[in-house]
């Protein structure tokens, strides 16, 4: 017990280390593509990328010192990171600015950070590492001199996102604060929605996000519209939502009419189930009928073991066949003799069943 | 889309265990209560052939553990379902206030088909359409389950 005291006692000590070595990794991993980049000349807008790199420099040294080397040369390097770093970004040169400006357009989308995009360069790649690091961004936003870097990574996805949209757009900018957005959403399934904004439609974040959304429900209406019978002319919202409750609520009223039905047929469904499952422990796969194994399902209808002898056993394959209207059933339990039956419609094979039922009332 | 083998199947099979479960319990009912029985049971072994893979399915067990005779729906899956709708009905309840007036057609379509699938009241608009697909899936699977046994028990009576 007392291990596990202590063990407890260092588990949230261990994950808070844990924690920091992860965002002091990540910071590295940065400060080094930026260190990467400063070496080799920066292609576009020079000048703003320098002045950026002016600040991140010296913190990115004093960074590089503290950890091991080895987690650098280990970790893989997020190069399209900085590829985008590259983007004319106009921020004030100052830490806790930086920080705020880029927690800004994080959360609000800011105007300023807009303006300056002119630039277009090559389409970043790997969007996991910058969604993987946006998260430390999000659940640190205390510690200033680690998540600084880190606390440009929002931004420079916002980058990423705006540039790649500008491409498509042909005039207007944009805000990616709901492609940044939507990568913590759909973190699980895609890196990223790319959400573009279309020409002369409004672009602040929050329409954007509007629109994601609204574009995922209109596909899945689009299925919907599909599945429901009558629905595929149809245009218009309400409609088809109509015509989806009617469905749905028909369904529900023929499973109604039918569980009627069925225990109208009384009291012979309890009185099969009963016998059936009396007998299923050891002939369910056996072949008690002369060269017979039965398909799982209906021999618990019709299995018994007192009824070996009941000639008409062979059709309930058939009958078993027509009872699922013909379709191809899926297990492989079915012998050869069914596809030698010769069985037509549920009429002819039915009957068989229901004389079985009557035996057994 | 018809549904697919292995959905009635499954569906079949759930259903006869829970009829069997229940027919050991309660010998004689009247007819009213054996169609209730019923069509719980089937109720209960579509949603169980869901495997806890859809909200609706989670919703429909544990309000069946909650209000029916618990006999039918014996799983410890039903008891965390039911603790999952619970901690969504607070977490609804303290976050949105309820408004019930409808403006425009497509709001109270959608409010009538919140009420109409299982656990709708505590989706939002996108998982609600995409419960629903799945819904009219496992109801239509369930109702040709039915009616083939129907028609197969009630033919040349």
Redesign the interface.
């Known amino acids: 017990m007392e291990l596990n005291a202590g063990a407890a006692g260092t588990g949230p000590h261990k994950t808070a280390s844990e924690r920091d070595e992860v965002a002091a990794l990540e910071s590295l991993q940065f400060t080094d593509e930026i260190r990467r980049l400063m070496s080799a000349p920066a292609t576009d807008n020079a000048s703003s990328f320098t002045a950026l790199l002016e600040l991140p420099a010296p913190q990115a040294v004093q960074l590089i010192h503290s950890p091991d080397s080895a987690k650098l040369t280990a970790a893989p390097a997020p190069a399209p990171n900085v590829d985008d770093f590259k983007g004319s970004f106009h921020y004030p040169f100052n830490s806790g600015l930086i920080e705020r400006a880029a927690r800004f357009s994080v959360f609000t989308g800011d105007g300023n950070i807009n303006e300056d995009n002119k630039s277009n360069s090559p389409e970043p790649t790997s969007y996991n590492s910058s969604a993987s690091l946006q998260k430390p961004v999000k659940s640190e936003p205390a510690e200033t001199e680690s998540s600084q870097p880190l606390v440009s990574d929002p931004t420079v996805e916002n980058r990423r996102n705006k540039r790649k949209d500008r491409e498509k757009v042909k005039g207007s900018t944009k805000k990616s604060k709901t492609a940044a957005k939507e990568s913590s959403d759909d973190a699980e399934k895609l890196p990223y929605v790319h959400v573009r904004a279309r020409r002369g439609q409004a672009t602040d974040s929050h329409s954007l996000a509007e629109r994601a959304?609204r574009e995922?429900?209109n596909a899945?209406?689009k299925?919907?519209q599909?599945?429901?019978p009558g629905c595929g002319k149809i245009s218009g919202?309400?409609l088809v939502?109509?015509e989806?409750?009617n469905?749905?609520?028909s369904?529900?009223r023929?499973?109604?009419f039918?569980?009627?039905?069925?225990?109208?047929?009384?009291p012979?469904?309890?009185f099969n189930?009963?016998s059936?499952?009396t007998a299923e422990n050891g002939s369910l796969m056996d072949s008690n009928f002369p060269g017979m194994v039965m398909p799982?399902?209906w021999p618990?209808?019709q299995l018994n073991g007192n009824r070996q002898q009941y000639p008409p056993q062979l059709h309930f394959n058939a009958?078993q066949q027509s009872?699922?209207?013909k379709?191809?059933?899926?297990?492989n339990y079915i012998t050869p003799e069914n596809s030698l039956l010769s069985y037509d419609s549920?009429?002819n094979s039915?009957?068989l069943?229901?004389?079985r039922?009557k035996m057994e009332l | 889309m018809r549904p697919c083998n292995s959905l009635k199947l499954e569906f079949l099979k759930n259903w006869i265990m829970g009829l069997q479960r229940w027919s050991f319990s309660k010998k004689e009912m009247g007819i009213l209560e054996r169609k209730k029985a019923i069509k719980l049971s089937a109720d209960i072994a579509m949603a169980s052939a869901r495997n806890g893979t859809t909200r609706w399915s989670r919703a429909l067990i544990a309000n069946a553990y909650s209000k029916h005779d618990k006999h039918l729906v014996s799983k410890g899956a039903s008891t965390e379902y039911s603790r999952r709708i619970r901690s969504k009905k607070i977490l609804k309840r303290s976050c949105r206030r309820i408004r019930r007036r409808s403006k425009g057609l497509v709001r109270e379509r959608t409010r009538i088909l919140k009420n109409l699938i299982p656990g709708g009241e505590l989706m939002n608009e996108g998982s609600l359409i995409e419960e629903s697909l799945d819904y009219i899936v496992s109801l239509r699977a369930q109702v040709d389950v039915m009616r083939s046994l129907v028609s197969a028990s009630e033919v040349d009576r």
């Open positions: 959304r995922k429900i899945r209406m299925l919907l599909e599945l429901v919202m309400a939502l109509d989806i409750i469905h749905v609520q369904l529900q023929q499973v109604e039918l569980s009627m039905r069925l225990a109208a047929v009384n012979g469904i309890d189930l009963d059936v499952f799982m399902m618990e209808v009958l009872v699922w209207g379709e191809e059933v899926c297990n549920s009429g039915a009957p069943h229901s004389n039922l």
